[in-house]
C-alpha cells in the first residue's frame, strides 16, 4: 500500500517493502478483527520464512491488513466502479468500521494488535457520486474511499485513529516494532521489512 509506506516514511522509519503472496480469503465464521489479525500476522511470516537463510538477528519484519465493516459486511477493495458505488450507498449516512490488523516478526518472536476505528459517514448526493467514482479514486482503497481524499467531505468526525482509516495506526504500530526490537542498542542497525 501507497499510503501505509507514506505513512512510515513520514514517521522517520527506513525500511524496504516486499509484497507477500498469501490467500487473503477470509475463513468460514471468521469475524473482521480476527481476520485483519490473521492476514498481517501471515503477510509477516511469509516475508520472515523467505529470509530464514540470512541472519535475522537485526530484522524486524512489520505486516499489516485493513478492512471495512458497516452493517456487518466486510467491504475490501471494490472489484469494478458499480461494487464501489454499493459500497459507498452501504456507507453513506451510516457509521461504520476500519480494522486494521498488524504484527510484527523478529528474533523475539510474533507481536501482533488490532485497532478499530469509528466512521461517520454523511449523505452522497447522486452528482458527488459520479464524480467520485470517475475519478478513480475508490478503486485500491477498502470501502471504495480514502479519508485523505475525495471523500474527506463526506466524513464529519471519527472515533478513533485518523491513520488507521488511512491504513496503518501508526502509534500502535511503533509501539509493536519497538516491541519487537526491545533490549537492542540505540545504536544497533535495524533492518526493517513492511509486508504492506
Given amino acids: 500500500s501507497p499510503r501505509r509506506s507514506e505513512l512510515l516514511r513520514v514517521a522517520g522509519l527506513d525500511f524496504n517493502v516486499e509484497a507477500a503472496d498469501i490467500d487473503e480469503r477470509i475463513q468460514e465464521g471468521e469475524v473482521?478483527?480476527?481476520?485483519?489479525?490473521?492476514?498481517?500476522?501471515?503477510?509477516?511470516?511469509?516475508?520472515w520464512d523467505r529470509h530464514k537463510?540470512?541472519?535475522?538477528?537485526?530484522?524486524v519484519v512489520l505486516g499489516a491488513d485493513t478492512t471495512?465493516?458497516?452493517?456487518?459486511?466486510?467491504l475490501g477493495k471494490p472489484i469494478n466502479q458499480s461494487d464501489a458505488r454499493r459500497m459507498l450507498e452501504m456507507l453513506?449516512?451510516?457509521?461504520?468500521?476500519?480494522?486494521?490488523?498488524?504484527?510484527?516478526?523478529?528474533?523475539?518472536?510474533?507481536?501482533?494488535?488490532?485497532?478499530?476505528?469509528?466512521?461517520?459517514?454523511?449523505?452522497?448526493?447522486?452528482?458527488?457520486?459520479?464524480?467520485?467514482?470517475?475519478s478513480g479514486e475508490p478503486m485500491d482503497k477498502a470501502g471504495a474511499y480514502g479519508i485523505q481524499g475525495y471523500a474527506a467531505?463526506?466524513?464529519?468526525?471519527?472515533?478513533?485513529?485518523?491513520?488507521?482509516?488511512?491504513?496503518?495506526?501508526?502509534?500502535r504500530s511503533i509501539a509493536l516494532l519497538a516491541k519487537a526490537q526491545e533490549g537492542e542498542s540505540e545504536t544497533q542497525p535495524v533492518s526493517r521489512l513492511a509486508a504492506l
Avoid at 537463510?53 to 530484522?59: G, S, V, Y
Fill in 32 to 47: 473482521a478483527a480476527t481476520y485483519v489479525q490473521r492476514l498481517a500476522m501471515e503477510k509477516a511470516q511469509a516475508i
Fill in 53 to 59: 537463510a540470512e541472519d535475522r538477528d537485526e530484522l
Fill in 68 to 74: 471495512v465493516v458497516c452493517e456487518g459486511e466486510l
Fill in 92 to 134: 453513506a449516512g451510516r457509521t461504520h468500521q476500519v480494522l486494521t490488523g498488524i504484527a510484527t516478526v523478529s528474533s523475539r518472536g510474533m507481536f501482533s494488535d488490532v485497532e478499530i476505528t469509528q466512521v461517520f459517514f454523511d449523505l452522497i448526493s447522486e452528482q458527488e457520486m459520479v464524480r467520485y467514482l470517475a
Fill in 153 to 171: 467531505r463526506w466524513i464529519p468526525r471519527i472515533e478513533g485513529c485518523f491513520f488507521n482509516v488511512m491504513g496503518l495506526p501508526l502509534s
